[in-house]
């Protein structure tokens, strides 16, 4: 009997589902014991994923929640939002412990959920059980839980590049203007117009701006580091990439604070957190020296001309955004070594 811990993966389909594949092959602690689609079950995962062949040769099962809590002990949902919340509930009531890639768990407010995701919220009552998985800022509330949000990928991005100046009260969060780019695997699988390569290539592309959906996620965990609420400006583009995600923050400073101060804050903040890397002075990081990767970079450039500062923080948004923080967080909940799994070198150039 092997004592790895047993997992399932809902939306193994998608590039969220795939990712998590990736990765938990090479897990030492854990066993992908189901591979679920809700449209393709019966069917073999590398048929449709020919890059898996000779290593994972599993057929995907169905949706079905016993079959799921009699094979696994903990269900990664990689799902879109709005089924997520039907979903997790079912699960959590099988006694599966479960990591939601998606958005429906992660704001505290219901009515919020409802106004910006513009769809119905999860019950109040599931709704509280979940804990936020921004993996190095809360760590520590992560151990033992049953249930986690994982964050979104603008979010960490965005959340890992300010966070530790808000903290130290650096910097006034009353002018904070984020400007965001997304690789196009951002918008998932599933064919739109926005992934359409007529659409995508050769274009650079603004939308949802000042209207995205990540904004009160972003303004929740603000306004519990600030203790008071936060609003952001908040503009998202597309760029004509498959993978990656540029946050680039403009913040008002409060005191005279230089690149080599921000530098040392910052890594004194995420001290014996592998992921997080803070560039030195005069470097700014780029999406590709993450590619593939779970690390999120972070450069500065203070200016005590405008005395503004602009923090610049990468992602690769499948991996830190979703799969890779999602098995970051699966080891803070197991109590495992945060990097389990998670060793690879970005793929470069
Ligand atoms: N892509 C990214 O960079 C990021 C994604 N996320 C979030 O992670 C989640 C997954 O994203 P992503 O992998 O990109 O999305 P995809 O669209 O690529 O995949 C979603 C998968 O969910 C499955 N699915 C759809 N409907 C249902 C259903 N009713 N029941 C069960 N499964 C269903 C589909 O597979 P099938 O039809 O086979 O069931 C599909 O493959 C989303 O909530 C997304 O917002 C978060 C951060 C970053
Ligand atoms: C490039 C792109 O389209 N990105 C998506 C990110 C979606 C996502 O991650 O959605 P949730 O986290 O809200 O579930 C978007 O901007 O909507």
Redesign the pocket.
């Given at each position: 009997m092997s004592s790895k811990l047993k997992v399932a993966i809902?939306?193994?389909?998608?590039?969220?589902?795939?990712?998590l594949i990736r990765f938990l092959v090479h897990h030492p602690q854990v066993e992908i014991v189901s591979v679920?689609?809700?449209?393709?079950a019966g069917v073999p995962i590398s048929d449709?994923f020919p890059h898996l062949t000779d290593i994972v040769m599993q057929d995907?099962d169905g949706?079905d929640i016993h079959e799921i809590a009699a094979k696994a002990d903990l269900v990664f949902?990689?799902?879109?939002?709005g089924?997520?919340t039907?979903?997790v509930p079912q699960l959590l009531d099988a006694g599966l412990k479960v990591i939601?890639?998606?958005?429906?768990f992660r704001l505290r407010s219901g009515e919020v959920y409802e106004a910006w995701y513009k769809k119905p919220a999860a019950s109040p009552e599931y709704l509280k059980q979940a804990v936020y998985g921004l993996s190095e800022v809360y760590a520590e509330k992560l151990a033992g839980v049953s249930f986690i949000s994982?964050?979104?990928?603008y979010p960490?991005a965005t959340l890992l590049g300010i966070i530790p100046a808000l903290e130290a009260g650096w910097i006034d969060h009353r002018s904070l203007i984020v400007d965001a780019k997304?690789?196009v695997?951002?918008?998932?699988?599933?064919t739109s117009l926005v992934s359409h390569y007529a659409e995508m290539n050769e274009n650079f592309k603004a939308y949802k701006v000042n209207k995205h959906q990540h904004i009160p996620e972003i303004e929740q965990v603000l306004g519990d580091v600030a203790g008071e609420d936060v609003t952001i400006t908040f503009t998202t583009q597309l760029v004509p990439m498959t993978?990656g995600?540029m946050s680039t923050i403009y913040v008002t400073l409060k005191g005279d604070h230089t690149d080599q101060d921000l530098i040392g804050l910052y890594r004194d903040y995420y001290k014996g957190h592998p992921f997080v890397r803070v560039r030195g002075e005069g470097i700014w990081p780029a999406t590709k020296e993450v590619f593939g990767s779970n690390y999120c970079d972070i450069g500065f450039a203070a200016d005590a001309r405008t005395e503004r500062l602009t923090i610049i923080s990468v992602i690769d948004?499948?991996v830190k955004?979703?799969?890779g923080q999602a098995i970051q967080n699966l080891n803070l909940m197991m109590g495992w070594e945060e990097n389990l799994g998670l060793g690879f070198i970005p793929v470069y150039p």
């Open positions: 809902v939306g193994s389909t998608g590039y969220g589902g795939v990712e679920i689609s809700s449209s393709s449709g995907l949706v949902t990689a799902t879109p939002s089924v997520s039907q979903l939601d890639l998606s958005g429906d994982n964050p979104g990928c960490t997304s690789g695997s951002g918008s998932g699988r599933g993978r995600i948004n499948v955004g979703a799969a």
